[in-house]
């Protein structure tokens, strides 16, 4: 399917990231889940920058290096935790650069945010997310747990100020846990957002 507006073709069923590192899956088993994946058709892998204690990104780098143009490889930075001084810009280039090494890539097909952070204005948030995009680093943005409201002033803001706009939407969503029917997929379904369901099962 396409993913939302991008150019992004992704397989129906992902593959998520969080169980490739410790205290999990070693490399090997995850090398061995990954290339299984692949024979069953799967392209995406989704996973973020803290998964496996780091090390879900360095495992799937390590896996793919030689095959990386079959796979659209998803992952997220945090804003969480931030060190003194540091800021929103510098904390998002630096932690792309360091996912860039340890998947052993030159891009991020799909560049995520974590979590939301209320205290970060739009701008703040979207100003350095565009800039990796025009560098290449990273083709397509978007977010975890948003609320709609939150991704369309968030689309507004990019569109204002001529910025990538986030091109997805990835929330919990199962036959048990099922708030994003509310509000989040009629958005999706309205403006073209590729909605991204973790935990399923």
Partial sequence: RQLGTSDLKVSVVGLGGNTFGPPRATQEQ???IIMKAKDLGINLIDTAIGYGEGESERFIGNAIKDDRKH????????????KEGESVKD????QCDESLQKLQTD????????QP???????????????????????YIGECN????????????AENNGWPVMVSSQN???????????????YCERFNVGFLPYFPL
């Fill in 172 to 186: 919990h969503y199962n036959i048990l846990h099922r708030h994003v029917e509310l509000e989040v997929l009629p």
């Fill in 30 to 32: 995850s090398t061995s």
């Fill in 107 to 114: 891009y991020i097909d799909l560049y995520q945010l974590h």
């Fill in 71 to 82: 796979f659209v490889i998803a992952t997220k930075f945090t804003l969480r935790n931030r």
């Fill in 146 to 157: 948003y609320g709609a409201w939150r991704h369309a002033v968030t689309n507004l803001t």
């Fill in 91 to 94: 904390r998002i280039l630096s």
């Fill in 117 to 139: 952070d209320a205290s970060i204005s739009e701008e703040e948030l979207l100003e350095p997310l565009a800039l990796l995009v025009e560098q290449g680093k990273v083709r």
